[in-house]
């Protein structure tokens, strides 16, 4: 029995290793949900192929290979660099760290979750989803630019044939008139509350579908705004149609995309994702640059500025005229300049400050061999 | 299919343009990514290129927000009879949007759509021109994935990615000395003080114009290599403002 237990134990050993590999390799490349993903450069998920370069204990802060890569392709001048020092590229890694931990503090701050980062985000759905139809439907389908061109407006034709748009009849005899009245080669600006005696306000619905509706004030604008020689003779249907083609197709192809389900596709998600950390990183920014902003109204301020002009007038304020003689911008007339480059100091100041800070204790991980 | 009924009026958003005041920097203009309120919805309605739109993106029925799309199309009749010679321009400009002696940050954030074709060409996204004497000065583009401007010789200013929106301040103290200094998502790409900063041919102001403009279309003969791989382009753009400080200029810092 107890040689039987032993030869247990030896078979089930191999066994139990090769399960806690297995386990801690999970473990180790676990994908990190999408919206929970916090890049700046590259949304690849970390895996064997893409390995962690650097982490941060305790944060949520992630740098895969892939990631690093692009930042350092992303940079001035990276496609004339010569190959990078590995000294260099530590340096350029600490830069990215940088940025990823305003990121990480961002996040912190809950910048994602303020009302301007979340509209600027459901404007962009709007653009991202009208380009996931277009490559759904056209991308793959195209071989020659012609073709991808032919094939996208067919897309959006028939996106715009299929949908029922209601239009009002009042007020299509309505814009017929005004434009009428007015001579379709000036500018018509549709009065604040009516068009006129017994008229309908430029608020009236003049069309509607799925997507949305245009009225009459939004119909002139558009319209008036068009170059005269892409305007339809509205007095025909044919007209009336073809143009609220061109007003409409945008907001039919974002409703068709949502009726798809391309809202949740990958591409949609990671660029939406992407958008997010870049609004939340600069959220961070924007606060430091609000800081500096308001030291202008600080005692001692005007002192202050006067004091970094004299430590800078030969560097940065000293400059050849025409007939190469040196010459001193005079601080009273380039006042507001010399304010300007002073307050871009404090912020850049400022941010290396909030680095520091937001460093300070943590422990850093780096994967040196990736580097080399 | 159109149908014709009578139904109730909707209240829909308007478009918000207007100049604000904070308590330090000025905003001399800004601009939601609406085509009015500019000096131009398009700078050039000539012949062919106005094949090339400034339109406000989504309905009314999304709501306030707004983008200007600027799109683009090549058209080989056009070019064929302008013997290739045709420009291709989509742009609002601003006239006098900055005088010499004036410092000035014009910032804005720009989106390229994630089925844009990344090419070895000049594709504008805006540009500051002198006003009298007119003509071209200073473009800003994006060329493969990397954004460029022409001050005091090519600036290679850093990557720009698709489908994502781009922040970009560029401040320009025209003059003798001036200054020029360019911010990409918040960090600072470029910078010249004390240079020689004047519109060209004694003009004294400027105008911004921006949308697109493919200048590579304007005398090729395609095929002509990568030049003709997208033939209709697009640039998303919003948050438009003139300011008198970096951080009013800033598109993700308006107040």
């Known amino acids: 029995m107890e040689i039987l237990r032993k030869m247990n134990r030896i078979r089930s050993l191999p ?43 305790g944060t949520d802060i992630e740098i895969p290979l892939s990631e690093y890569r692009a930042y350092v ?227 001692g301020f005007e002192a202050d500025l006067r004091r970094w002009y004299d430590d800078h007038r030969k560097s940065r304020y000293t400059y050849q005229d025409s007939t190469g003689k040196e010459q001193v911008v005079p601080f009273a007339e380039e006042h507001e300049s010399i304010q300007n480059d002073y307050l871009e100091n404090l912020m850049e100041q400022m941010r290396a400050e909030k680095i520091n800070s937001l460093r300070k204790g943590q422990k850093i991980q780096i994967n040196e061999k990736l580097l080399e | 299919m159109m149908r014709k009924r009578i139904f109730l009026t909707l209240a829909l958003a308007t478009t918000t343009f207007g100049l604000s005041i904070n308590s330090y920097g000025t905003v001399f ?48 009749a056009y070019s064929k009879r302008t013997s290739y010679t045709g420009g291709y321009h989509a742009e609002v400009v601003l006239f006098h949007a900055e005088s010499v002696g004036q410092d000035r940050y014009f910032g804005q954030a720009i989106m390229l759509p994630s089925d844009w074709l990344f090419h070895n060409t000049n594709d504008t996204f805006q540009q500051f021109s002198p006003e009298n004497p007119s003509g071209p000065w200073t473009l800003n583009w994006v060329q493969n994935n990397h954004l460029f401007i022409n001050v005091h010789g090519h600036q290679d200013l850093g990557a720009i990615q698709k489908g994502v929106w781009t922040r970009v301040v560029a401040r320009f103290k025209l003059g003798n000395p001036g200054t020029f200094e360019y911010w990409v998502n918040g960090n600072k790409v470029a910078s010249l003080p004390n240079i020689s900063l004047s519109p060209p041919n004694g003009a004294t102001t400027i105008r911004w114009s921006t949308g697109i403009y493919c200048t590579a279309w304007r005398n090729h003969i395609p095929p002509d290599g990568d030049i003709f791989n997208q033939l209709t382009r697009t640039i998303y753009h919003d948050h438009f403002r003139i300011a008198s400080t970096y951080a009013e200029a800033e598109p993700a810092n308006w107040h």
């Open chain 2, 29 to 76: 203009f800004q601009n939601t990514g609406t085509v009015s309120g500019w000096s131009s919805p398009n700078v050039n309605p000539v012949p062919g290129q106005d094949k090339g739109t400034t339109t406000q993106v989504s309905s009314p029925s999304f709501g306030g927000q707004h983008s200007l799309k600027a799109t683009q199309i090549y058209d080989p």
């Open chain 1, 73 to 299: 392709a992303s940079l001035p001048g990276a496609d004339k660099r010569s190959p990078l020092s590995l000294a260099r590229k530590r340096e350029l890694l600490a830069d990215l760290l940088n940025e990823h931990f305003l990121l990480w503090e961002g996040y912190r701050q809950k910048i994602d979750q303020r009302e301007a980062v979340t509209k600027m985000l459901e404007q962009t759905k709007i653009i991202l989803l009208e380009s996931a139809l277009t490559e759904t439907e056209v991308g793959a389908k195209a071989k020659t630019p012609d073709e991808e061109d032919k094939l996208a407006k067919e897309l959006r034709s028939r996106i715009f044939d299929k949908a029922d748009i209601f239009v009002s009849n009042e007020a299509y005899d309505e814009v017929r008139k005004i434009i009428r009245a007015k001579n379709t080669s000036t500018q018509i600006v549709p009065a604040a509350t009516t068009n006129g005696a017994g008229t309908l306000p430029k608020g009236y619905v003049l069309a509607k579908c799925k997507a949305g509706s245009v009225t009459i004030g939004d119909f002139l604008s558009a319209y008036t705004q068009a170059p005269v020689s892409s305007r339809p003779n509205i007095e025909t249907q044919q007209g009336m149609v073809e143009f609220l083609k061109q007003m409409l197709e945008d907001s039919l192809m974002v409703a068709e995309a949502r009726e798809r389900g391309l809202e949740k596709s990958e591409a949609v998600r990671e660029k939406m994702q992407l958008n997010r950390n870049v609004l939340t990183r600069m959220g961070v920014l924007d606060e430091l640059s609000d800081k500096a902003s308001a030291m202008v109204k600080k005692p």
């Open chain 1, 15 to 57: 066994a139990l290793l090769l399960i806690a590999g297995l386990l801690s390799h999970i473990l180790c490349f676990a994908e990190t949900p999408l919206e929970r993903r916090h890049r700046l450069y590259d949304m690849a998920p970390v895996s064997p192929a893409n390995p962690v370069v650097a982490s941060v204990e």
